[in-house]
């Protein structure tokens, strides 16, 4: 069974919790035709929404099996020059494009980084159809990327959001709250849901494990809950 955070894992960007910045500026490139032939590097806390980001700028740009998501510790250098041999390719469907995600960007090795750069950065510009996309935790926690010459290199290459959860605390304790009472685990005031906010950084994956684990079951949802502790005593 599917967890809560992947239950409800986001599959418009209506759906996406805050990061107005980020919507507004890919509904921008969408509107006049330049998303593809670039390379994004999104950053920010865990559970924030930095791969869901990257999902779904690749659905604007091609449907959902020409998507490519790989953790940057499983990448090597022979991985890269077949994508590099290949990017250029048009493919089969309704949006015959191709998307590249490669998560926790900041843990790839030096010589896959150096092949990356001369794709993204080198003589030949990025497939119109093709978006390479990045993700990372690290970036801000150290002086860059990657600790080593090429550190400002990748960066410099795409097109930077760097979100934060701050701003919409709000937000993000009014869904977990909602996603709590939807699933019968709620109970609790919305202040929890705050602190749960505030504690987790926004990281909606921390929060909703919170809400399975029952963390928010408070006042007559407790009642509820030794009723049904005591009915199963019996079976």
Not at 70 to 80: L, S
Not at 165 to 180: E, N, P, Q, S, V
Request: aromatic residues 8%; negative net charge; charged residues 25%.
């Amino acid at each position: 069974m599917a967890s809560l955070f992947q239950k409800y894992r986001p599959q418009t960007w209506g759906q996406l919790i805050g990061h107005s910045k980020l919507k507004l500026a890919i509904k921008r490139m969408n509107k006049s035709g330049s998303l593809g032939g670039r390379a994004f590097l999104i950053s920010g806390t865990s559970g924030i929404g930095k791969s869901v980001s990257g999902f779904l700028i690749s659905q604007d740009v091609c449907d959902s099996e020409n998507i490519v998501e790989v953790n940057a510790t499983a990448v090597t250098p022979k991985m890269i020059q077949e994508w590099s041999k290949h990017q250029g390719q048009l493919l089969m469907g309704r949006k015959p494009g191709k998307a590249y995600v490669i998560n926790e960007v900041h843990k790839m090795r030096t010589d896959c980084v150096t092949l990356m750069l001369e794709i993204i950065g080198g003589a030949v510009p990025i497939a119109d159809h093709v978006v390479w996309i990045f993700t990372t935790q690290g970036h801000g926690k150290q002086k860059g990327l990657f600790d080593d010459e090429d550190s400002g290199a990748l960066e410099s290459r795409c097109v930077n959001f760097k979100l934060s959860g701050t701003d919409y605390r709000l937000h993000f304790a009014k869904w977990a709250m909602a996603i709590a009472e939807k699933e019968e685990l709620g109970g609790a005031n919305f202040e929890a849901y705050l602190e749960a906010a505030d504690a987790t950084e926004c990281n909606l994956r921390a929060m909703l494990s919170m809400v399975e684990a029952g963390e928010f079951l408070a006042g007559e949802s407790n009642e509820v809950l030794m009723m049904e502790l005591a009915e199963l005593a019996e079976a």
